[in-house]
């Protein structure tokens, strides 16, 4: 990965004196400017004098002032005493006209909104800070960092100039670390264009992260006003987060590869292990300033693969790969080092990696306990008849000639398997879309609607009452209940009032300040929350241990996420997750196979990613489910398909231990912060 530029300055509308470096070619003399009566004693009215051994443009471009906001005035013959000056040339920096009008009113002594001018002052003077001693941006996050996160942010920002591989164990906060110094970075204007790399599952996750945690607004490869300008997008929108497999096709690679990024970030960096991949030598070309590598396992398979991580973010740090084996490899044997200590001090120029043992992170346990139900035959009929419907239409040939999306009926499915109330509305929809362009599926659209509509009683409703009838009620015994969908949502929440229960509701299309207001609500005075996913997504909810999955999504990250909203630092009590489950259903076997093959509910938060990482089919895990799903034209079909991915699941899972295994053996405790 090429650098480019160097640690610039920028001033903002306010003129400050201060030591800075000097644009080449020209020495300043700002940083003596006496302060005059009135003045604040970091801000002076009279222009910094520069001598400029050559063009006034010297002071233009990186690391240079703002020609829209300053001009250059060359100035009469001069001398001052206080700077021990010769008579010379003198160039002076003013402020341009359409600027001057708050320093004119500072200058005349008329009011001016000191309050707020004592805060711009205040943020200029922070954001001219010299080096990182003093850390801006956690001050300005929506969270408190955990000190090894912030001394983490620190030794990247100072000890490895930006440019360093993150590779903290799972589950303890790499994205934290990484938005810590994107924000320190953002905050002191030395960073403006930014590219975040990530896998496809993770890039709405970085959004949300970055939007909830950090307050920053970053543009995604998948959003459609990013979509719609093509592969100009990525001249246009300086902060994105595109996935790799994205970003190294074309029109979008050589779109990315004409651009000077300041900083860019690579999320599951392992993926780049070979040199010889599409997606090594894409980021290789990319022309940046910073750059993070953020991986819990460097190294997979063999030394090798460290080598090309190095080389991507310092080349030559560990010179030629032919020098690297000769010196670090044992001959035979491509996984075990040679030279241990000569190479543990390399790396540590480039390396941090914080262990859950060094940081002393304290989890209670948790448990998950599956809820078995019975659907009614009206409930079991309604999910078959959906499921056969969605077959059918899948085995049209090719995705033009199908009357609905790929991405449509598999919706649906997993709609059908949250209840008929989520699937009820997106059916009526279907059928109008479809209108007189395809009568025959429109009928029977609307003939599914009917059907469920007509469906009285919901058997997970009557199991879900059931269960919070026997759960604790204290006022510590807090109870979440997730569901994906909205319109199951307001069901549950009527079925809930009727009870007598009267839950506090949230859902990602409330304003912001009433989602601050429903959590407060939940913590102080409610018993039960129900929400969407979008729950929690930054909020403090460890005050809550126990959580209720009223479906699952197909995607286990999302599952895992749920967890992790509760099961988290600051937790004081074991979480126990309670998976409702009706038989014959996509969804009881999905459970059945994260639970019994793989131990997901036991596993360290970030973990289930690593795991999938290691399938052999690289396809999107909704989308395995999916085509397996439609090849499978009874319950029994889905059983044994869904037992053979369970196996590879299994094997999936052994492989990962084996890589994490072989990195602890590694790296051990050497590459810590505080090492």
Known sequence: MRPHGGQGWAVGGTAFCWPAPQAAGSRCA???????????????????????????AALAGPGGLDSATYRLVAG????????????????????????????????????????????????EELSLVQGFDVLLAPHTVRFTPFSYQLETAAAVLRRFRGRAI???????????????????????????????????????????ELAQKFGLDFTTHEDEAFRDRGAEAWAVYPQVIASLATARREPHSQAIRDLDYDLIIVDEAHHLKSRQTQGWQFVNDLKTRYVLLLTATPVQNNLEELYNLVTLLQPGQLKTSRDFKKEFVTRGDPRLPRNRLKLRELLADVMIRNT?????????????????????????????????????????????????????????????????????????????SLGNAHPAHAARLRELAHAGREIAESAKAMALLKLL???????????????????????????????????????????????????????????????TEAAGEGRNLQFCHTMINYDLPWNPLRIEQRVGRLHRIGQEHDVTIYNLAAQDTMEAELLHILDQKIN???????????????????????????????????????????????????QARQAYLQIKAYDEALFGEEFRVDH
């Open 76 to 123: 009469a013959v001069a001398e001052h005493e206080a700077w021990n000056m010769k008579e010379e040339t003198l160039y002076t920096l003013s402020l341009a006209p359409e600027n001057q009008t708050l320093l004119q009113r500072l200058a005349l002594g008329s009011s001016v909104d000191r309050p707020r001018l004592e805060l711009r002052l205040r943020a």
């Open 356 to 432: 859950r043992a060094g940081v002393h992170l304290g989890l209670p346990k948790r448990q998950a306990v599956t809820v078995k139900l019975q659907l009614t035959p009206p409930e079991a009929a309604f999910y078959h008849e959906v499921g056969d419907f969605v077959r059918q239409t899948m085995a049209q040939t090719g995705s033009r000639s199908r009357t609905l999306s790929r991405l449509a009926l598999q919706t649906l499915l997993m709609e059908t398997g949250s209840s008929p109330f989520a699937t009820v509305p997106t059916l009526q929809r279907m059928a109008v």
């Open 30 to 56: 700002g940083g003596a400017l006496p302060a005059g009566p009135g003045f604040h004693p970091h801000l002076s009215l009279q222009p910094a004098i520069c001598h400029l051994s050559g063009h006034p």
């Open 469 to 531: 009838h026997a759960l604790p009620k204290g006022p510590e015994d807090k109870v979440i209940i997730f569901s994906k969908y909205l319109a199951t949502l307001h069901y549950l929440t009527a079925l809930l009032r009727q009870a007598g229960w009267d839950p506090a509701v949230y859902h990602g299309s409330l304003p912001s300040q009433e989602k601050d207001a429903v959590i407060a609500d939940f913590h102080k005075n409610r018993w039960l929350l129900l929400c």
């Open 600 to 650: 997901m509910f036991e596993l360290v938060i970030g973990e289930m990613d690593m795991i999938l990482g290691n399938l052999a089919d690289e396809r999107e895990f909704e989308d395995i489910l999916l085509d397996l799903y439609v090849q499978s034209p009874t319950p029994e079909d889905v059983k044994a398909r869904m037992a053979d991915l369970g196996e590879a699941l299994a």
């Open 166 to 208: 993150l590779g903290d164990e799972v589950g303890l906060g790499k994205t934290i670390e990484a938005g810590l110094v994107l924000k320190e970075y953002l905050l002191r204007g030395l960073v403006q264009r930014v590219l975040i790399v990530t896998p496809p599952a993770l890039v709405n996750q970085w959004q949300e």
